[in-house]
């Protein structure tokens, strides 16, 4: 079920928002767990015992690496634990996404003569299996202690604004809030304005941009011009901003709704300067996740210089095979994480990531070097990217069937120029969250929001074109 879809917004939501708020305080949090099974259920009812079982595994292991000493002769037996079920969460990841990838290899190789076979990816897998490998760090690390009540650790996995695309919540940040929340008609109105802005985004200007995207990047390359294909990349850049930009919206307006705060996962990526930037802003609770479980305790920056270019350059490779089973995205990984390292070690030369002369260039630098990335990330295969690469930047000749206008409409030239400027942050105060605000910036807010909402659903009615890009990871 999608949050852009009519069956969301004309029957579950409204639904689960008055049996939430007529409930008493003691079932507000079963009514969001039902819920949330439900919403996961409705497109996909075999997988929901995927996300039972990696719940109740990580819930019974939780339970056992708390009640074990952590030195002497237990320690053997704690870690035992602890690496098992983390292998355990890996292990489902791994069979739904990346089995029959790894197949492929062993063929290449000539270890193995017939493909595994292909599975279904389960909706939101890559999200709550690294949720509950948060959970387990932070009991192994007795940041929380092990929760006793299963019912709770499944909505904290499963809840449902959340659950197929993030944010990705650590556990510590969240469960004070599984307990004890505080609802505000001013808090809830905040949300549901963030709600109808992202869904605004996702709407009215991904989906719009995805239409002119798909078709380009249906074409071989060598059909394409290299205006066209440029046209191609900077159009999937916003629509892949707006369509998980505008997920995460939606997802932090729910939450609200109903008395959580999730962190900001995107804070204008696109006007960053440096990629290291970008990477600060760009899906935060993803590259939190990395730097919290896996940078830090790999040692970070505090090994030497060297040891922090390799602790980079893996997190990359990982960032980029999380996003995808394919080479395409670990490419792209890599592609952002040897652009970081590039940065590290000219600023440990210079003092500075640009030489001073570069300086007023570094804009263009991080949008060009992004544009490639996104071009990589969205290609089918490493070859189609190479040859739209190639007519991109005017190395391959190509001989194109059909004009620019062929491609995409004046509408959706001024849908992109107005989704660039959106991009920056100018527009950001368009969607009042902040209770304390002035009676009229909130009257004017909700009149800017509701118009938003308004179109939303004319355009979700008119359009039978209404993808989520991030479904699929």
């Known amino acids: 079920m999608l949050f852009s879809s009519i069956v969301f917004l004309s029957f579950f939501l409204p639904v689960v928002t008055v049996l939430y708020f007529i409930a008493r305080q003691e079932f507000r949090n079963t009514i969001l767990l039902i819920a949330s099974l439900v919403f996961y259920t409705f497109g996909e009812p075999i997988y929901v015992l995927a996300l039972l079982g990696v719940t109740g595994v990580t819930w019974l292991a939780a339970l056992v690496l708390n009640a074990l000493p952590r030195g002497g002769v237990f320690s053997a037996l704690f870690y035992g634990v602890l690496i098992t079920t983390v292998s355990g969460i890996l292990g ?22 017939e493909p595994f076979a292909k599975t279904i990816l389960p909706l939101g897998i890559s999200f709550y299996t690294f949720q509950s490998l948060s959970y387990l760090a932070d009991v192994a690390a007795k940041t929380v ?23 990705i919540l650590k556990y510590h940040d969240i469960a004070p809030q599984l307990t004890n929340r505080v609802h505000t008609l001013a808090n809830a109105a905040a949300g549901l304005r963030r709600f109808m802005i992202g869904l605004g985004k996702k709407v009215l200007i991904a989906n719009t941009l995805g239409e002119t995207v798909d078709k380009i990047f249906a074409l071989p390359a060598d059909e394409l011009s290299v205006a066209v294909c440029w046209i191609g990349a900077a159009f999937y850049t916003l629509q892949l901003y707006y ?5 995460s919206d939606m997802a932090i307006g729910l939450g609200r709704l109903f008395g959580f705060r999730f962190k900001e996962n995107f804070n204008y990526p696109y006007v960053a300067r ?33 040891r922090t270019l390799f602790n980079l350059g893996l997190v990359f490779f990982l960032t980029g095979l ?26 440990k030369i210079n003092d500075s990531a640009f030489p001073r002369f570069l300086t007023p260039f570094k804009h263009v630098y991080l949008i060009i070097a992004v544009l490639i990335g996104w071009v990589i990330f969205r290609a089918d295969s490493l070859s189609y990217a190479h040859s739209y690469l190639g007519v991109m930047l005017g190395l391959n000749t190509s001989t194109p069937d059909y004009g620019l206008f062929y491609y995409v409409s ?40 509701f118009t938003v909402l308004a179109a939303s659903f004319l355009f979700l009615v008119a359009s039978s074109f209404n993808p989520f890009i991030y479904f699929r990871f």
């Open 92 to 113: 489902v990841l791994f069979y739904f996404k990346y089995r029959y990838f790894a197949g492929d290899i062993l063929i290449r190789a000539g270890w193995i003569d």
């Open 410 to 449: 004046e509408f959706q030239l001024i849908v992109f120029a107005l989704a660039a400027l959106g991009a920056t942050g100018i527009l950001k105060k368009a969607a009042v969250t902040d209770p304390e605000a002035s009676a009229m910036q909130i009257t004017l807010s909700n009149l800017w929001c």
């Open 322 to 347: 999380w996003h995808g089973a394919d080479w395409t995205f670990i490419v792209w990984g890599l592609w952002h994480g040897g652009l970081i390292i590039a940065e590290k070690i000219l600023k």
């Open 274 to 306: 440096s990629l290291t930037d970008f990477w600060r802003r760009w899906h935060m609770s993803l590259s939190g996740w990395f730097k919290e479980y896996v940078y830090i305790p790999l040692g970070g920056n505090k090994r030497g210089f060297i």
């Open 243 to 247: 369509d998980f930009s505008g997920y």
């Open 145 to 167: 202690p092990a929760e006793k009540n299963p019912l709770r650790l499944l909505l904290y996995i499963s809840f449902f604004p959340q659950l197929v695309a993030g944010p």
